[in-house]
């Protein structure tokens, strides 16, 4: 927490600003959903398993009811067949909520450029960040959390993100 | 070699595979597929052929049937009455081809989404051509035969409808199942799949042979290095080379290793499952020392693209042995700690045992393969039954269940890894030194020092880049013993370098198949169990 320009009031008071506050509060305790359809998934497992261990950065509670998290992960290759349900998940989630793209399918599509693969998530949903590789390490999908945190860090605390964000299932 | 095919009449298809069960023998069938004559440069007989693939009851030979359809009437006689296993081989040929499977009794698409128009294998269907789906279908459709079947209402008997993935978390990935529920007892069910359909035979169609290895190393991602070893050995048979010795126990090696990986991950999940979470620990940290040793070898942790068509990109690395041997240790440490846990454990005996048990002739007709056929008793595994790569001078066992439920099939995953270990430990004391790769220059890469040094090697590494290895015109089916099973590929050649078709024999697929008949009349948390202990990987299952 940067409590650089608070003021102590003696030793029972402490002075900050509300974003601050909000802020400290979200880095540490990310609640992520792991959207896990394929290769990625077995590497969120890792990255949740004891060797990479994801809640040293706060993001160990796995939730699986979107309605309880607020990090979309989605691990592995979307098809145009699963689109409406990752859509669906996205939109049940509350805001504020983040969502990471993990690997080269949910990204881009990879090197599935055919008839089934959706091309990149954020045709769908909106990404902010994303992770490269086929699939990419455990420590490239804590990187991006870490990122995520930086990231929430600067924004505005109490405002609905992504609002002007139109997917290619908004409208249908 | 080229697989021997008899070809028959779409009108008398029927009655000769059912002589060919009944009369000869040919049992288990493997896989149903078609091709697409449309490109082909000498015309055939019609645009549409269906390839059916049976296995004899010894699990020796195999029998490829042939039918031609004519152009103006695309339809056959279903077999789905023969076999379990027709049902959802006839949908996808239905699905990928538009045949029409007549009396087949619920012929709709499986792998595509509902709203799809066209077949995307039909070779005047362009590959990038994707189409957006806007809304799941409710599987009503499927559910309201079962349930009039079973002489049941929705309202008078007050069941509940319970819907299970595609995104859940014991849906081990993108798994659909629509459970009518009586209280907790499953009274039917119904399952969608194809959430992860990835083209990936579309996409063969389009990359030359050894572009293709990546793309196998994702059917089984829990096994990537076996899909590169089953697919190069069934290119290499059509080629008609045979690896160097080491090449070979370099494979034997490596594909035994996988299968251990693919073993932990369905028991650590299994076992998660169940709530079982220390088990995860202690069998989800060798895994990630096996991967440490696999990065370590061919640079990639899951998706290794180790192998290429006539051999490996490079030899084992120095002191990879003492790595090998700490990699086992720990598998066996990880292992005896799971066991000491569970075995003497109620909870865990009393929870699945008898749960979905599934008998040795139903196993068959369902098209199980692999641990889960052998669970059910029946001793066919293709290292003993049709050994090749050495197989027979190891001496490791057969592991066999009795009754084939949900605690089968988890211990005979628990021994086997086992056995794998015994495998790996005797190959490691016979490896000999010497070549890996095929010495041939139209199917081995030169070495880079030739390719810098000389116009020679440079050619021929265009060449080989360019076209692909030209396999000679052909078709072959080519089977492999993968973690879960039978791994087959059915390769159509026109005699270039990329190949005219390739089918996947996935053994998930027809596992999968049964998945909502065994777990009818257990319970909805028993259900859970049994999908954990078929190992449903869906990247195979859907491709």
Not at chain 2, 52 to 75: M, P, W
Not at chain 2, 486 to 512: C, N
């Amino acid at each position: 927490m940067d409590l650089s320009n608070t003021h102590m009031l003696d030793d029972a008071v402490v002075t900050t600003t509300i974003d601050t506050v909000v802020s400290w509060g979200r880095e540490a305790s990310l609640w992520p959903f792991v959207f896990g359809t394929a290769c990625c998934a077995i590497e969120f497992m890792s990255t949740a398993a004891s060797r990479y261990d994801i809640s040293r950065f706060g993001a160990e509670v796995l939730r699986f009811s979107p309605r309880h998290a607020d990090l979309l992960v989605v691990a592995g290759t979307v098809s145009y067949k699963q689109a409406p349900i990752l859509k669906q998940i996205y939109d049940q989630m509350p805001e504020p909520k983040w969502v990471i793209a993990v690997g080269a399918c949910a990204c881009t599509g990879g090197f599935y450029d055919n008839y089934t693969t959706l091309q990149g998530i954020d045709e769908i949903i909106p990404v902010d960040v994303y992770v490269a590789g086929c699939p990419p390490r455990p420590e490239a999908i804590l990187d991006a959390v870490l990122d995520i945190k930086r990231q929430l860090k600067r924004e505005p605390k109490f405002e609905v993100r992504n609002t002007d964000f139109k997917g290619k299932l908004d409208d249908v | 070699m080229m697989s021997k095919t008899i070809t028959l009449e779409s009108a008398t298809l029927f009655s000769t595979i059912k002589h060919a069960k009944e009369a000869l023998g040919f049992t288990f069938l493997l896989d149903i597929t078609a091709v697409d004559n449309l490109n082909k440069a000498t015309p055939s007989s019609g645009r549409f052929e269906l390839i059916y693939i049976l296995r004899h009851n010894t699990f020796k030979e195999i029998q490829l049937y042939k039918v031609a359809l004519g152009d103006e009437d695309l339809s056959i006689e279903s077999i789905s009455s023969l076999f379990g296993s027709a049902d959802w081989a006839e949908r996808e040929v239905y699905d990928q081809y538009g045949i029409h499977f007549q009396n087949h009794p619920m012929l709709k698409r499986i792998l595509n989404h509902n709203e799809f128009v066209g077949h995307p294998l039909r070779k005047d269907y362009e590959i990038t051509k994707g189409q957006y789906c806007t809304t799941s279908q409710d599987l009503m459709d499927e559910m309201k035969p079962l349930l009039d079947a079973r002489k049941l209402d929705m309202n008078k008997d007050e069941l509940m409808i319970v819907n299970l993935g595609p995104s859940h978390p014991a849906s081990h990935g993108t798994i659909r199942t629509l459970a009518a529920l009586d209280g907790e007892t499953i009274v039917a069910a119904a399952a969608e799949i194809g959430y992860l359909h990835r083209g990936f035979e579309k996409s063969c169609e389009n990359h030359n042979y050894n572009q293709i290895i990546p793309y196998t190393d994702r059917l089984n991602y829990c096994s990537a290095l076996m899909n590169n070893i089953a697919f190069a050995k069934t290119v290499e048979e059509m080629l008609d080379v045979t690896l160097p010795d080491r090449g070979i126990f370099i494979r034997i090696i490596l594909s035994e290793l996988s299968r251990v990986i693919d073993h932990l991950v369905c028991l650590a999940a299994g076992l998660l499952d169940m709530g079982g979470q220390t088990n995860y620990w202690y069998l989800f940290n060798p895994r990630n020392d096996a991967y440490d040793f696999l990065s370590k070898l061919t640079g990639a942790r899951l998706t290794n693209s180790y192998m290429r068509i006539g051999g490996m990109t490079h030899d084992l690395y120095k002191g990879w042995e003492s790595d090998l041997n700490d990699v086992l240790k720990k598998i066996d440490f990880g292992i005896t700690e799971s066991l000491k846990m569970i075995t003497h454990n109620r909870i865990y005996n009393d929870r699945i045992q008898n749960v979905s048990p599934v008998s040795a002739s139903q196993a068959i007709d369902y098209g199980f393969t692999g641990p889960n056929l052998r669970a059910s008793g029946v001793t066919y595994d293709l290292r003993f039954t049709d050994p090749y790569y050495y197989y027979d001078s190891f001496d490791f066992n057969m592991v066999i269940g009795s009754v084939g439920d949900t605690y089968d099939r988890m211990m005979v995953r628990f021994d086997e890894m086992h056995e794998s270990m015994k495998i790996i430990k005797q190959a490691m004391k016979r490896i000999p030194s010497g070549e890996i790769n095929v010495p041939n220059k139209d199917i081995t890469m030169p070495s880079k020092e030739s390719v810098y040094g000389g116009i020679e090697g440079m050619m021929n590494q265009f060449k080989l880049v360019i076209d692909g290895v030209k396999v000679p015109e052909g078709e072959y089916y080519g089977a492999f013993e993968a973690a879960n099973g039978e791994l087959g590929f059915y390769i159509v050649s026109d005699g270039s370098g990329t190949p005219y078709k390739v089918k996947v024999r996935p053994p998930s697929f027809y596992h999968m198949a049964a998945y909502p008949k065994i777990i009818e009349n257990y319970q909805l948390a028993d259900a859970i169990m049994t999908l954990g202990s078929l190992n449903i990987i869906a990247g195979e299952m859907d491709r």
